[in-house]
């Protein structure tokens, strides 16, 4: 796992664990308007700058003078700043009138100006991170997340409840927390200049970054688009209890994305010998798929009884998508091991049209299912587009890379994780004889899945060798330091 999306591993854990807080502090709809306002963050973010930042990582290894490096992270710098300074300056200005446009509650223009500036001033943090990061300062770039992060979260806690600021306190106090994130980041890089601008460097760099705007946008419908829809068709209450499920389905790209770092570079190393590379994709998504799917069995099936723990009754019904949403990150996750194939080939055109053509589906589903069926609609339809992403994957690879993937064994394994999953809400008996029901039943469906021949008697062999090194590996560590 690389050791530069450890802290984003970090913070979304944190996030969660604070979901206590926030949802004992913060009634449904309150919870909501956080959420809206960051998906809005999310979208600003998008547009400062124009994603300069992926074209200076990019262009940094390209060049190979240390001078012509230092031009690259100085244009990016003072490109990225003129650039937020005209988005400020239009958001402020009318300001009003988006908030208007965007949001149906109260203080939305307060709201989105903080956001405006908080996300402004750690869109120039990204660049100074980018720079430890390709100079491979991992533990810099990791101290500076962890202090910034906690700060926010002292902040937050001190804000909501203490002082009962709400909403606006989360906000202020991330715009504290990234504002002496930046501080940080300058002083630590106070001897690097940032004097030069090339506009022949912001070219290029705009070349590989400008394109990867529109797979941006189409990733932020599909993923979050849905709380707009449930704000115009619902209300912020439904906002709310969405947003809760869509914290706990987000558990499973969490805990599967650790695989997933390795995956591709091994993949790409593999290129030379076509056979073996096919046989390695075709392998690995049989185990990636029956790994993410245990994990979404396990967080669906307890995430009613873990919310009753952590929540106030106002956020019990919120389990309700959990199931749903996790299925979405199933095939989200999938469709990443699917889509190498077409990186090998170097198609990705192919990617960004399917991206923008699931995400122009997914608003089509939001408008038939949600004022009808709210965010269990929701659900249904991000299910229903990510589906799509991976069948359009597929296709594809039929043409550009085939790959003799072993299509029954997906279904089947969806299909008896489903079923197993239906019977585990029929299970509505108290908290504790509820766990323990739930418990015995992921275990037969653990021990069915092992005895049915998903794996391979050779793949069982050397699963249970892995299993048994790493338990010698940790026994051995604890007994090295009893001693």
Known sequence: MSIYGFGGIITKTINFLLLPIYTRILVPADYGTLELVYMIGSLIAILYGFMISSGYIREYYVSKDEHDRQVLLSS????????????????????????????????????????????????HSIIFYNLLMVREKSRKYIT????????????????????????????????????????????????????QISLSAIKEMLKYSIPLIPLQ??????NLSDRFFLQEYQNL????????????????????????????????????????????????????VAGILIITLVVSMFSREVIMIMADKSYYSGWTVVYLLSLSYVFYGTSNVFSVGIDIVKKTWLKALFWIFAALVNIGLNFLLIPYYGMIGASIA???????????????????????FQYTKFILITVFTSLTYIISICLNFTLILAIISKFSLLLIFLTILFVSGYFTKDELKKGKRVIFNAKRKISFLLNFQRA
């Open 76 to 123: 990016t710098f003072w490109f990225t700043f003129i650039n937020t300074m005209i988005f400020l300056l239009l958001i402020f200005v009318f300001a009003r009138e988006l908030s208007h446009l965007l949001f149906k509650f109260e203080n939305g223009e307060l709201f989105l100006k903080l956001l405006t500036i908080s996300t402004a001033i750690h869109a």
């Open 144 to 195: 500076i997340q962890i202090i910034s992060l906690l700060l926010t979260i002292g902040l937050t806690i001190y804000f909501i409840v203490f002082l009962r600021w709400a909403v606006k306190g989360v906000l202020i106090a991330q715009l504290i927390g990234r504002s002496v994130e930046f501080l940080i980041l300058s002083i630590l890089l106070l001897r690097v200049s940032i004097k």
């Open 217 to 222: 946008m189409a990733a932020f419908v599909l």
């Open 237 to 288: 209450n439904e906002v709310g209890l969405y947003s809760m499920g869509y914290k706990f389905a987000s558990l499973v790209p969490l805990l599967a994305i650790i695989p997933l770092r390795a995956y591709g570079p091994y993949i790409f190393s593999l290129t030379d010998n076509t056979k073996k590379c096919k046989k390695t994709i075709a392998d690995f998504s049989r185990y990636y």
């Open 382 to 404: 991000t299910s229903i587009s990510y589906l799509l992403v991976i069948i359009l994957y597929l296709i594809s690879l039929k043409y550009v890379y085939p790959i003799e």
